[in-house]
């Protein structure tokens, strides 16, 4: 009889044993599996220029950032258009048709091409784009609503203004150039109008409906201007060294609204940094990843400007940077030679 009791509570023993260490082992197979999860994510990149390509790195490291890593847990699939709105429609149709868990748009074209293409139900991540209510993306930037949020890198317009006066004291006239398809670009420009002319600038606007156009385009308006200010406009920066070339034969100055254009001749910003904008762009994207909700996540903005000016071209032009926009850019900027 002591037998069979010992014998009883032995096997008992056993079956609990067995129960709960089936119970971890399942456990934790369902834990390794969640965490070998691999997340396939489009990146869409309107065009290759140096700004949307420090966009671009931002965005990876933003995801690494969050613990999203290509190769580990991550699969990213990136498109560059090229500029060409045939190839954008056909990039976003093909994250769609694969199905990715998320899209991230750079510029606002590719932005709006993947927008339409996930019709509401894919999230898509918007990186760096300029007034995103208004280019038909987002309700608003507090409740984005349905499937899109990001980042939007205005441009600081007023202080990139006061920059001009500090640099160039006398102009009055300041001549404005975006591209007519960029709605960034157009934005910016009519922004910047507005707040020349409430500060007592002659402004005259110029449009490009292609980079072809910069050539004629800078001819005329170097020859009607004092100096030249180039917004954060995809078309004009991918011709910055046309628009800067023709102006500096008239020794006219063009104060762009990003640093990388500074370093392609323009002669002095106040800059949003692109890389920045893009690290932003990517912790946003790895939280969606994680359940964080886009039509609730709020649009998060970068304006803040960092000074970066062009020494060689100030040569070119004969024109003296003040001693306090030197030190700014020596101390919490850029110098480029």
Do not use: C, W
């Not at 917004?231 to 023709?246: E, F, H, I, R, Y």
């Not at 893009?278 to 359940?291: F, T």
């Amino acid at each position: 009889m002591k037998r069979m009791i010992s014998f009883t509570v032995l096997l008992a023993a056993f079956l609990l044993f067995a129960f709960f260490n089936t119970g971890e082992t399942t456990q934790s197979s369902q834990t390794d599996s969640k965490a070998q999860k691999i997340y396939k994510i489009g990146i869409l990149q309107l065009m290759t220029h140096p700004a949307l390509d420090q966009i671009h790195a931002g965005v990876l490291a933003g995801l690494k950032q969050e613990g999203f890593v290509s190769g580990r847990n991550l699969k990213i699939d990136y498109e560059n258009a090229q500029g060409d709105q045939s190839n954008l429609q056909t990039m976003s149709s093909k994250f769609a048709n694969e199905k990715d868990d998320m899209t991230i748009g750079i510029a606002t074209p590719a932005a709006q091409a993947l927008a339409k293409a996930a019709n509401g139900q894919t999230p898509v991540i918007l990186a760096g784009i300029t007034d995103p209510v208004g280019g038909g993306l987002i309700k608003s930037n507090a409740r984005p609503g349905a499937n899109i949020t990001g980042t939007s890198g205005e441009s600081p317009l007023k202080s990139q203004l006061d920059l001009i006066k500090q640099i160039l004291p006398k102009a009055k006239t300041l001549g404005i150039v975006y591209t007519t398809s960029d709605h960034g670009g157009s934005y910016n420009a009519k922004k910047m109008a507005a707040i020349a002319k409430a500060a007592g600038y002659q402004v005259k606007l110029y449009t490009i409906s292609t980079t072809n156009d910069m050539q004629t385009i800078a001819e005329k308006m170097v020859s009607q201007v004092q100096a030249v200010y180039a917004p954060q406009d995809n078309g004009v920066a991918s011709a910055m060294k046309t628009l800067v070339n023709v102006a500096n034969q008239s020794k006219v100055a063009v104060f762009p609204a990003v640093d990388t254009m500074v370093q392609a001749g323009g002669l002095a910003t106040l800059s949003v940094n692109q890389f920045t904008l893009g690290k932003e762009s990517g912790i946003i994207a790895g939280r969606v990843l994680k359940g964080e909700k886009t039509s609730t996540y709020p649009l998060t903005f970068v304006t803040k400007g960092q000074m970066a000016i062009n020494t060689s071209e100030a040569k070119i032009l004969g024109i003296t940077l003040p001693n306090s926009v030197v030190k700014q850019a020596q101390t919490k900027g850029e110098i480029y030679k």
